[in-house]
């Protein structure tokens, strides 16, 4: 029986079209490359979109093929997440762009009045007859008070706006401009993000967090674009998340697992999951319905999945033996046949010890680990 079986015959709720969510930590890269490979082969059987968050720092660059997935950087310009990021037609779009806006640290009155420059743009270039979605190259023509003024000019002399009209928007302008320009500084931030198709359910999205662990803005805002496009369609959706278990701020992972649809597919695998602090860690347990366990380096570490594996009673026997000295009971058949002493076993209380002890965690053999699954810990070999 492989892994796979043993899972689908303890776990509640299994079913032959669904994974659970596995959740594999530890040193081990011979196991992760098997859990993974089945993971990415049954996602790609059932044309799953593949989303890999990748959060290892100085990661060896991905190659073009995944298990029949091609894979694509998200930085690349060539896949784009959330192309109409810049509309602020409905209240899910405005709610969204202010997402980003504070992640990127525009307070909330600050983020509105972004989102007020961007209507008034986008019913400027109405009223100038351009219908398209606002882009980067759109929001430059408007980068400065001289070029908004020229616009207005432009809809005065083709009769489409009055003077008083065009002075009352000049006005409105001047409120919301200073927001405006801090919003353009991060337009260079935003734009690989905006251009680009949308992604196919062949391809596997490569988002490289690892690389920007000084910038933890970029590092939301990343996460936060994907979180944006798995809402349309979670059942389509799979994310890998690759972890090195590095210390650190690593929040935006866990905020990431907090907001993730229920029915969208996720799994992890780390080097140490229990690097993260108590709370981030029962967010994981709890998203997790199937953990693995290998060897961890880190005794702290080690010491905590022995208390999450929990304890055992253990009963154990103690042997005595009473020897009779007279010499009479011991005679050479006496010797010979053993009658010369008397042995007593007894079984004592139960004592509780832990089910795997933290050195039997940190010494655990290459491809072997505990599958921890249904509310039972048990060693597995893969």
Known sequence: MNYLQYIGSVWAGHRPDALPRFLVSGVDTGVRQIVGRD????????????????NIQNTAAFGRELEGYRVVDMLSGQV?????????????????????????????????????????????????????????????????????????ERLVRAGKL???????????????????????????????????????????????????????????????????????????C??????????????FLIGMLKNLPLTASVHMFSNDA??????????????????IYTRHEDMVSAEKIQDRCGQIDVVRKTTSVTVDKRFRANSAWDMLFGTNYTQTETNNAPVREYRFRKETIHSLEAGTGILDCAGNQIPFSF
Request: hydrophobic residues 45%; glycine residues 6%.
């Open 162 to 236: 009055s003077q008083d009209s065009c002075t009352y928007l000049l006005g409105k302008y001047a409120e919301v401009s200073g927001a405006a320009a801090d919003f353009e500084m991060f337009l260079s931030l935003l734009s690989p993000f905006l251009r680009g198709k949308a992604p196919s359910c062949d391809m596997a999205v490569h988002l490289p967090v690892g690389s920007f662990t000084a910038d933890k803005p970029l590092q939301e805002l990343m996460t936060k674009l994907m979180l944006a496009y798995i809402r349309h369609d979670p059942a389509r």
């Open 238 to 251: 799979a994310v890998l998340i690759l972890d090195d278990g590095k210390g650190g701020d690593r929040s």
């Open 39 to 54: 993971i990415v082969q049954f996602c790609r059987a059932r044309g799953k979109l593949l989303f890999l968050l990748d």
């Open 274 to 291: 229990f690097s993260f602090d108590d709370a981030a860690l029962n967010v994981m347990m709890n998203t997790f319905s199937v953990r």
């Open 80 to 152: 784009s997440l959330c192309a109409d990021l810049l509309e602020v037609s409905s209240l899910q779009n405005i709610s969204r762009l202010r997402d980003f806006l504070s992640g990127l640290g525009f307070e909330n009155l600050r983020a509105m009045k972004v989102i007020s420059y961007l209507s008034f743009v986008k019913e400027t270039e109405r009223r100038l007859g351009s219908c398209t979605p606002l882009t980067a190259e759109v929001l430059e023509e408007y980068s400065g008070t001289m070029l908004v003024q020229w616009k207005l």
